[in-house]
T-cell receptor
Framework: RKEVEQDPGPFNVPEGATVAFNCTYS??????FFWYRQDCRKEPKLLMS???SGNEDGRFTAQLNRASQYISLLIRDSKLSDSATYLC????????????FGDGTTLTVKP | DTAVSQTPKYLVTQMGNDKSIKCEQN?????MYWYKQDSKKFLKIMFS???????INETVPNRFSPKSPDKAHLNLHINSLELGDSAVYFC?????????????FGSGTRLTVV
């Protein structure tokens, strides 16, 4: 089983739709969680950190469920510019401080 | 005002050659990394340095050798390049040793070995 698993998609949604991605992790000692966004042929960019209490940034909401060991990302009112690959990242201080990247979920928002 | 800059952006070279990629960050971060993203887009850590000290050294061929002259610079030297080394190499930095605040990535070096 992979340490961090994501549904690769692709998710194809119309503009204005709400879409959600999940990411599961296997290391229960994981402590830091992030969502990154990677556009085609570009570097990954930090989208948001994920906190236990959940956090929101505009149209984006991230949640953490430690009991079930998953994090989620919800995008409301999708825009064409949201089309990208979304990477889930999990960091465990017991894993020599290494972060593990998921393989990404591809989102395409269509007009 | 680039935060993490890598050079070169593109590198095309023949098998067997030796090449270097350079990375510099002006964020004042303590920790720098090299990541490899292969053709299937999987991102895997290779090395990490914290204040010039090697702290993560994944299982990569010893043809790959990182060097950190100071905490703002991390270079990657690759000897005897092979076709399988073709990938995008990303440099990244973070504040602190445990990446609690996430990474800032450079724009990547697209290496093609022919």
């Amino acid at each position: 089983r992979k340490e961090v698993e994501q549904d690769p998609g692709p998710f194809n949604v119309p503009e204005g739709a709400t879409v959600a991605f999940n990411c599961t992790y296997s290391n229960s000692a994981s402590q830091s969680f992030f969502w990154y966004r990677q556009d085609c042929r570009k570097e990954p960019k930090l989208l948001m950190s994920v906190y236990s209490s959940g956090n929101e940034d505009g149209r984006f909401t991230a949640q953490l469920n430690r009991a079930s060991q998953y994090i989620s990302l919800l995008i409301r009112d999708s825009k064409l510019s949201d089309s990208a690959t979304y990477l889930c990242v999990v960091n465990s201080w017991t894993n020599a401080g290494k972060s593990t990247f998921g393989d990404g979920t591809t989102l395409t928002v269509k007009p | 005002d680039t935060a993490v800059s890598q050079t070169p952006k593109y590198l095309v070279t023949q098998m067997g050659n030796d090449k270097s990629i350079k990375c510099e960050q002006n964020l004042g971060h303590d920790t720098m990394y090299w990541y490899k993203q292969d053709s299937k887009k999987f991102l895997k850590i290779m090395f990490s340095y914290n204040n010039k000290e090697l702290i993560i050294n994944e299982t990569v061929p010893n043809r790959f050798s990182p060097k950190s002259p100071d905490k703002a610079h991390l270079n990657l030297h690759i000897n005897s390049l092979e076709l399988g080394d073709s990938a995008v190499y990303f440099c990244a930095s973070s504040q602190g040793r445990r990446e609690s605040y996430g990474y800032t990535f450079g724009s990547g070096t697209r290496l093609t070995v022919v």
